[in-house]
Every structure is written in C-alpha cells, then in structure tokens.
C-alpha cells in the first residue's frame, strides 16, 4: 500500500472509481481508492440500472443529458461491454397535476436538447401494448434514455485504472481523517496510513460519516430501497416504465428478467439493507395493476439499497468552504449511476484546472446555508 498520494478517493462505487478514471485519462494516476467492501458493493451494485433525463429540474437534466451521451460509447471506451440499452423511460401520470407536472417537465427538457414528449394514454400502448392505461392521465416517454449493467461498469473502471497505474485497495475501512492548521493531511485506515493534502468524499450514504471525521456537517440521510428479479422471459419490454405516484419503477434485463422496485415514503432513514415481505406484496400488486400479464411470473430473488438523499434530491459536489481539500461527490438522491459519468468528468475538471466545463457552484454543499436551493420532485428510480 502507498502511504502518500495527491489524492484520496473514498468509496469504490461508479463515483469514485468514476473519478479516478476520469483523472487517470488525464495523467493525473497518483490517486489511491479505498473501498470498505468489494468494488460496487453500495448503491451502484444495487440499483436498477436506469439512466434517464426526464428529471423537473435544470441541472439534474443537464448532468443526464451530457452522461447520457457518455454512456453512448462507454463500452468502447473501456474496452467492456457495459449492456447499455436505449428503450426509454415511459413516465406515468394518475392525476391532472401529474400531467400538468409531466407537460411542463417536458418543455424544459426539450429546451435542454433532451427529446422527451408527452403522451395521451392511448398514445403510450404504442410503447407498451401490454399496459393496462384504465385510471391514467397521460405519459411522457424520451427514447434516448435506458438501461445500463453497474457491474459492468464497475469491471471497466477497475481494469482500466489497474492498468493506468491507480492504486485501488478494497476491503480497507477508513477510520479517521487528519486535519492540521485547516488542511488534510493524513488518511488513516485498518491497512495503514496515506498522507494525502486532498480527499474526494464518494462514500454514498457513509459520506456523512467520513465528512464527520473532519468536523463537516451534511444533510445527507440514508435510505433503503428494495429491488427485486423475476425469472427469465422472453423480450417484451423495452422501456423502463415508471410512475412517481406510487414510487414504482420496472423493466426489462438483457438476460429477460423483470427488475423493478418500489419506495416506501413512510419508511423512517436507517442503514437497514434487509429484504421484506411487505415490499414484496406492494410491489408485486402495483405492477399486476399496471401489467396485468405479469400475475404468474415467478420472483426469483430481491434486495435492497440504500438512497443517500439530500433535502432538495440533487447531488452535493465541489469542496466546502472551510476545508477546500475535501471535495463532495454524492448526495445523489439515487441517481448516481445514471448522472456519474459528466459528475465524474467535471469534478476531474475541478480536481485539475480548478474549474468545470459547466458550473458547479448551485451544487456546493454550502447552498443550505444560503437558502438558494431548488427542489428536484422526480425522485423514483
């Protein structure tokens, strides 16, 4: 193990495998990441793997939109089929304020190059002719958004920064962060120590945690998200489809699974990733209602993740102000594997130059403070 590097990278997930990557294509490779567990084993290992753009509020479709078209030649790139598959992202609304919040969503993601549209229900058979429409008010559908295997994209990243000379250490716990005179100076962990002037906080829904060890306070809580697997069908569905009026999202693997999960809005914040029969009842029901063919598919497995949730659902990005060597990325909201790859690029920009090709600053940690926040509403998924 090293025990110096410029950088410290904190967490094994897309955002700081992400990062290094991004850095490393640089020439920017004395880096060491640290992972508590294996590679992927938080929330990147655990989500569904959507990627989408159709999101209510200005950045977070802008971050989409630029990952969206990274995605695009990611396998070639890292040399490793990432099964990145463009089926789009069918949104469901039950309401007349959902369709207006659907009809007003797509005027500002198409004034951001983003072709989602809007949909009479009739219109959404097109997409998906085995949906039940019976007590919908309309649909928004973008055909550029789709799906992605995390495990796939983390096997990219890990091969590659091995090559490139990044030293990754998994199954390492960071136990304290030493800061003197307002700087960091040293990582400590259960493998040993790294004397480090800058650390990126990537540690999902533990970054509060670590940023605890320098004295930074976050407004981060965890939460926990069930998925679940069916067995394996022929191909039928090709969008994710999606509905924030239940929280339920599902579609169809590479491999003819079912994958879907659904949120739980009572549930209080904890670290708990233990799988539940309730989720399974509510979730299974809300699709048969949806999908009625779906009534005697076998479930074959389900999990859970957790979210790492911000109050306004939008990531936390850059350095805080009163320690400029420990730089934010995560808050995601559970977004994170669909917005990483421009996140990651532009804190690799910060990292380097001290600037990012778009503006980052609306992200900073500090906008609680100064009231200036914008709330993201489409949170499922």
Request: proline share 5%; hydrophobic share 40%.
């Amino acid at each position: 193990m090293k025990d110096r590097a410029e950088l410290v990278i904190i967490g094994g997930g897309v955002s700081g495998l992400g990062t290094a990557y991004q850095l490393a294509k640089r020439g920017f490779t004395d880096i060491v990441v640290i992972e508590r567990d294996y590679f992927g084993s938080g929330a990147t290992g655990r989500c569904g793997g959507g990627i989408r753009q159709q999101f209510s509020e200005e950045y977070n479709i802008i971050l989409a939109r630029e990952s969206v078209r990274m995605f695009e030649k990611m396998s070639d790139e890292l040399g490793q089929d990432i099964g990145f598959r463009q089926g789009g992202y069918l949104i469901l609304a039950h309401t007349e304020k959902e369709a207006e919040d659907l009809r007003r969503n797509v005027r500002l993601q198409n004034s951001l190059d983003v072709p989602s549209m809007y949909m009479e229900p009739e219109e959404a058979l097109e997409i998906v002719p085995e949906l039940n429409i019976e007590g919908l008010s309309a649909a928004a559908y973008c055909p550029t958004d789709g799906v992605a295997q995390p495990f796939l994209v983390i096997k990219g990243y890990v091969d590659n920064l091995r090559k490139m000379g990044v030293e990754l250490m998994d199954h390492t716990e960071v136990l304290d962060i030493k800061v003197e005179n307002g700087e960091i100076r040293k990582v400590i962990t259960d493998k040993g120590d790294i004397e480090t002037r800058m650390v990126l906080n990537a540690a999902g829904a533990w970054s509060r945690n670590i940023a605890k060890m320098v004295g930074v306070e976050l407004p981060n809580k965890p939460y926990r998200h069930e998925i679940m697997a069916t067995e394996h069908m022929k191909p039928w569905l090709k969008p994710m489809v999606i509905s924030f009026h239940n929280g339920v999202y599902f579609s169809q693997s590479h491999d003819g699974e079912i994958v879907g999960g659904i949120g739980d809005p009572n549930e209080p914040s904890s670290y708990n990733i233990k799988s539940s029969l309730e989720f399974l009842e509510r979730f299974t029901s809300v699709v048969v209602r949806y999908i009625p063919i779906m009534r005697k598919v076998k479930v074959m497995r389900q999990w859970a993740g957790l979210y790492d949730v911000t109050p306004d659902a939008r990531p936390i990005l850059g350095p805080v102000d009163e320690l400029p060597g420990f730089i934010q990325a995560h808050g995601y909201s559970g977004h994170g594997f669909m917005i990483h790859p421009m996140v990651t690029k532009l804190l690799a920009e910060y990292i380097i130059d001290g600037k990012t090709s778009i503006d980052i600053e609306p992200l900073n940690l500090r906008r609680y403070t100064s009231g200036e926040t914008i709330q993201e509403k489409n949170v499922v998924g």
